[in-house]
């Protein structure tokens, strides 16, 4: 077993010492008070992230613990692939990986002053496995969790050499068994396998304060939180509260924005309100500042998702004429102001992206799975149609519909059939707001050129989540979850055949492909930085060429627009690009010694 530390990286060493006192970039005599407003679109029924029923409230999370729980390791704002400690005040695992042991901090309490314990850990890690197949995913390879010291909690692995399983258990939400195994007020048992509209007991810096169920959330700072001064907390979380406001749509919350009080700033994702959009008074005088900040992070894939459960999308033919139908460069200059740029990568905008022909290195990873992948993998160099000539209209659509012809498909009339069966080659395109119909429409009306009877289908967000978790849908335009520059065990949950088979995992697009398992297999249990680097290229070249979606685009700057309301760090965190839980109210207590 290897020293105790009090941080993780897996890129590099971490760049704080373990006497650090707080991110070199917060003001850490950033003054407390005031409130941070914020929109959320849809509704909410639950306090309990952690399981597939229900949508959560705002400000809980699925991973990572949200503003009312914290986890063993804080991953840095600050830094990728790296954690300091929080609830585990030090960690030390083996050479080999095959362990990772966590030293609790004693001062780590509940918001009930009750004491965070090892057998807190290890039911949290039981608990959630059993509970939500994303955890079940990450922590597979995790077989026993068991206290090793008065303060230690031991996870044994069972393989050896995963070298993110040590930093990745930081990552574990630590959930109070005492309130979970209790009664509430009634004297009616707690059940956490369900949704509830109780606010749990937490340990986090915030704790829910009111709420209308559906409606809004309330969030109060714990004036007492046991980690106030821990380095990853200090100059950050300074909001007296942080209220959430539920609209029914996206230009519900845009007009909540533009009015003041709702919504106090926004990332803004629609490049015509970026152009056009921010003419409103607060913005012509000042009142509402636009920034445009560097976007370090990897752009995670956005795109058309393929449901390839389904019969009609089993076919890379199929996928690929699809594929071909999709003229980005229109949409770019009709929609976006010329704005995005083409994702050719599941890791675009990062140093994980494919490029070019294979190298030595990634050929020793795809070399033994030259059977089972297309072999323009080894051959040419991905790229995606460019609709950059009056031509290219007819070139794309006629090599997609020679695709088409190739699969089994013949035109009748004006509709595309199937030649065996005469069943006519239909797709619903899913989304959750009306503003989902600028990106599905245009698409649509490209299929239909090849015969393809497309149609747009939008519902709430509260079934539109329903309906993603149990995969009941055909097509829907989606960005999937971040990925980081460090990837590995949530691959599995992304891209698995396991995860394809279970409902709540990301696996949304049905990928099932031995190919595609053993790849990233190989990310999971490489053995150094070269090998990571060139395991996630196999597979972004294996992912690419089976055209399991159609990808859309991305933007590398990130659009912030703000009330003027905040005092920032001069700095920002130079992994996450923005830290808004860094920013303090002007005006609240000891702002001018801040300033």
Do not use: C
């Amino acid at each position: 077993m290897g020293d105790w530390q009090t941080s993780t990286s897996l890129i590099q060493p971490s760049k704080y010492p373990p006497d650090f006192k707080h991110y070199d970039y917060v003001n850490p005599d950033a003054p407390k008070g005031g409130t941070l407003n914020r929109a959320v679109v849809g509704s909410f029924d639950s306090f309990n992230p952690y399981v597939v029923r229900g949508s959560a409230a705002a400000g809980f999370l699925n991973f990572g613990g949200g503003l009312n729980y914290d986890t063993l390791m804080e991953q840095s704002t600050d830094e990728a692939a790296t954690s300091y400690g929080l609830i585990a005040e030090a960690t030390k695992y083996p050479a080999d990986y095959s362990s990772v042991s966590f030293r609790l901090n004693p001062k780590a309490r509940w918001h009930d002053g009750e004491p965070i314990t090892v057998d807190d850990v290890i039911w949290s890690f039981n608990t959630l496995k059993e509970l939500h197949p994303q955890w079940n995913a990450y922590y597979r390879n995790v077989v026993k969790a068991e206290q090793t010291g008065d303060r230690e909690v031991t996870f044994t692995f069972d393989q050896k050499n995963n070298r993110e399983l040590p930093n990745i258990m930081g990552d574990l939400t630590v959930l109070p068994k005492h309130y979970w195994e209790g009664v509430d007020a009634s004297g009616k048992k707690r059940d956490i396998t369900q949704p509830t509209s109780v606010p749990p007991l937490g340990s986090g810096p915030y704790r829910v304060a009111n709420f209308s169920m559906g409606k809004s959330i309330e969030w109060e700072r714990v004036p007492d939180y046991w980690a106030a001064d821990n380095p990853t907390r200090v100059g950050r979380y300074n909001y007296d509260k942080i209220d959430y406001v539920y609209f029914r749509d996206s230009n519900a919350a845009w007009e909540a924005f533009k009015k003041g009080g709702l919504d106090d700033f926004r990332i803004e994702n629609s490049s015509q309100r970026w152009a056009e959009g921010y003419d409103f008074p607060a913005a012509k005088n000042g009142e509402v500042v636009k920034a445009t900040v560097d976007d370090h992070s990897v752009a995670n894939m956005q795109a058309y998702v393929l449901n390839n459960r389904l019969p009609k999308f089993q076919d890379r033919r199929v996928r690929k004429a699809l594929t071909l139908a999709f003229n980005f460069q229109e949409m770019n200059r009709t929609l976006f102001h010329g704005f995005y740029k083409r994702l050719d990568s599941y890791f675009a905008n990062s140093e994980l992206a494919s490029s070019g022909p294979p190298s030595d290195r990634e050929l020793k990873f795809l070399e033994p799975l030259r059977s089972q992948i297309p072999e323009e993998v080894f051959t040419k160099t991905f790229t995606l149609p460019n609709y950059d000539t009056p031509g290219a209209t007819r070139t794309f659509l006629k090599e997609a519909y020679d695709l088409l012809k190739e699969a089994g498909y013949k035109r009748k009339g004006t509709g595309l059939v199937n030649s065996k069966t005469g069943e006519p080659f239909t797709i619903e395109m899913l989304g959750d707001d009306p503003s989902d119909n600028r990106v599905l429409e245009p698409f649509a009306r490209n299929l239909e050129r090849l015969g393809i009877k497309a149609s747009v289908r939008i519902v709430d967000q509260s079934q539109y989540i329903d309906r993603l978790r149990n995969f009941d849908f055909e097509v829907t335009s989606l960005a999937y979850y971040p990925q980081s520059l460090s990837p590995g065990n949530e691959q599995r949950d992304y891209w698995s055949s396991k995860a394809a088979d279970s409902p709540g995992s990301r696996n949304y697009a049905g990928v099932k492909n031995p190919a595609v398992d053993q790849l990233v297999n190989d990310i999971v249990y490489a053995e150094d930085r070269e090998d990571l680097m060139a395991a996630t290229h196999a597979l972004d070249r294996v992912m690419l060429w089976e055209y399991y979606v159609v990808p859309q685009w991305y933007n590398d700057k990130m659009w912030l627009a703000y009330w003027d309301k905040f005092g920032m760090p001069e700095e920002q965190p130079s992994y996450t690009s923005i830290d808004p839980y860094a920013w303090w109210v002007k005006g609240s207590k000891d702002t001018a010694a801040a300033d």
